[in-house]
């Protein structure tokens, strides 16, 4: 599986460059940090969320700072987002000694040591509180789905199957936000989160309508009509423009022209382009999902 990741900044100066990827991706993972709690950039970027209709889930950062107060800004999120936000993680440690987080999916406390990762049982004095936390964390997710529910009411749980699925489908229908714990400076709790991210979190084809454009509904899958979404543009001093896009049907080939729908006119896709920081990885095609860049489009512009 590939993930396509934008780092956006955090200031509220930039906030066109969060904006701009966030037509052209499907889930946002929003910071809040673990001391200052709910910010204005927190509620702009869920603002914009709710907006684009994207899945949402939170990560709350910085645990290893003497003042980071993990329930209260479980409570915080909860208040302002919605019941909605379901803690998936909380921290064992919380403090300068943070490394150990325990996984409410697991049913596991995890332990984390640079690049070695621990597995082991919650402690006695945690069972009952992760189980409770557990048990609202499965309710929320049964709740989106009548199904779900029932079999909840009758078994009590859900297998992995059912709560994987339960959560995509949750999270598709912005009726459930997850909220996990991390040290990422310290790399603590951030493997489980992308591992979540791989496993649960939606792929592009799954989310119904990815294209609306008054009566064109186009889902994206590689084997529709090849259409992109063009978000942004940037001026190098050797390529000139790039202009970065995300394909949302089709197949988009090296060489292939296509139509600009607004104006008109017709631009050739000379080069295609991976972009990963600063690198640039020159590719043959890009599928329906992929983010990549061209240069040289004549009367392409934003």
């Known amino acids: 599986m590939k993930l396509n990741f934008f780092d956006t900044p955090g200031f509220d100066d930039f906030i066109g460059e969060m904006i701009a990827p966030m037509h052209v991706s499907d889930t946002g993972l929003i910071m809040v940090n673990a001391q200052n709690g709910i910010e204005v950039g927190t509620e702009n970027a869920f603002s914009y969320a709710d907006k684009l209709k994207n899945c949402v889930i939170f990560a709350v950062n910085k645990l290893d700072q003497e003042k980071a107060d993990f329930d209260a800004i479980t409570e915080s999120l909860k208040s302002q987002f919605g019941s909605a936000a379901t803690v998936f993680q ?6 300068a000694s943070f490394d150990t987080i325990i996984d409410l999916l697991s049913l596991k406390a995890i332990k984390f040591d640079g690049n070695n990762v621990t597995e ?30 029932n079999i909840y009411f009758e078994e009590g749980d859900l297998n992995e199957e059912q709560l994987k699925n339960g959560i995509k489908n949750a999270l598709i229908n912005r009726q459930l936000f997850p909220i996990f714990c991390i040290n990422a400076k310290n790399n603590v709790g951030t493997s489980t989160l992308l591992d979540f991210i791989n496993n649960a979190v939606p792929a592009p084809i799954e989310i119904p309508l990815a294209i609306k454009e008054g009566s064109v509904k186009v889902n994206c ?3 529709e009509k090849t ?18 896009f995300k394909v949302k049907s089709g197949v988009l080939k ?21 972009i990963n920081g600063k690198k640039r990885t020159e590719v043959e095609e890009l599928q329906a999902g992929d983010i990549g860049a061209t240069v040289k489009l004549k009367s392409t512009h934003i």
């Open 90 to 95: 909380y921290p064992l440690n919380p403090g």
């Open 120 to 149: 082991m049982d919650i402690p006695e004095s945690e069972k009952d509180n992760a189980e409770n936390l557990r048990n609202e964390m499965i309710e929320s997710v049964a709740e989106s789905d009548e199904d779900l529910m």
């Open 221 to 223: 899958d590689p084997k």
């Open 227 to 244: 259409s992109i979404f063009v978000f942004k543009m940037q001026s190098d001093p050797k390529l000139g423009d790039m202009t970065y």
């Open 254 to 274: 090296a060489g292939a022209d296509m139509i600009n729908e607004k104006r008109g006119s017709n631009e050739r896709f000379s080069q295609l382009f991976v």
